[in-house]
């Protein structure tokens, strides 16, 4: 059985950076609100329009949850009928720098996959070819049923 060697790495403090900053963003969409909010404020029904596949029920959820993490202000705009728009706070615009690197890094992520699967394909198409080959190749003669 192995020692169990001694932790080096400096303790954190008591609330950690990294939890509180994943702890802020965490949650299906809420990343994908932040990014959309980091280019403008936008209104309840133009996040819909930019998530289409988040239910208005979600999106209501996340948006009260990040208004009340003190990321997202809600400001309500003097229209006929009350409208709200959702922008970011100083502290959300301070996450706006990690989530361009999340998108950095997912944009590489699915360039090596691209890659991967470009490759994969083109493995495919050398053995269809070769399987096609031996198909022309191979003849059956007439006169015995072989193939030859």
Known sequence: MLKLRQNRVARPPIECPLTLCVRYMSGMWTANILWYLGQQPRRFTELKQDLRDISAKVLSQRLRRLAGDGLVERVPLSTSPPSIEYALTP???DLQPALAVLVAVGQQIKHRKA????????QLVVQSREVHDNIGRARV?????EFT
């Open 91 to 93: 502290l959300g615009r």
């Open 115 to 122: 890659i991967a699967s470009a490759n994969r394909l083109a």
């Open 141 to 145: 003669d007439a006169s015995n049923g």
